[in-house]
């Protein structure tokens, strides 16, 4: 089991930016999709981002494509997510993911491929 630690959330006005991070420990971080999901109040867990284990590899959700941008340093074990044009409709706690399999072919964006996550991270946009 991987632990994974989330930091980088807090207050921005619209149009501002903010980065994320999620520092992992335990197994073979370098081998597993990385993923980000966001749920807002009243709402169900929703699809961010996802890097495959080599980094090559990314998937996003229609709302972020353009604005948002994931990444990962297995040197470091930290995976991130570069949030920039943020709008009011972006705020929610920010969850990092990592995926059940290692060395996975191919970049999954269902919650249920994810087998570990971390606690959160608050992301509150003003208009």
């Known amino acids: 089991q991987v632990q994974l630690v989330e930091s980088g959330g807090g207050l921005v006005q619209a149009g501002g930016s903010l980065r994320l991070s999620c520092a992992a420990s335990?197994?073979?971080?370098?081998?597993?999709?990385m993923g980000w999901f966001r749920q807002a109040p009243g709402k169900e867990r929703e699809f961010v981002a996802a890097i495959s284990w080599s980094g090559s590899s990314t998937a996003y959700t229609d709302s972020v494509k353009g604005r948002f941008t994931i990444s990962r340093d297995n040197a470091k074990n930290t995976v991130y997510l570069e949030m920039n044009s943020l709008k009011p409709e972006d705020t929610a706690v920010y969850s990092c993911?990592?995926?059940?399999?290692?060395?996975?072919?191919?970049?999954?964006?269902?919650?249920?491929?994810?087998?570990?996550w971390g606690q959160g991270t608050q992301v509150t946009v003003s208009s």
């Open positions: 335990g197994r073979a971080f370098r081998t597993y999709v």
């Open positions: 993911a990592a995926d059940r399999a290692p060395w996975r072919t191919t970049v999954v964006v269902s919650s249920a491929d994810f087998g570990s």
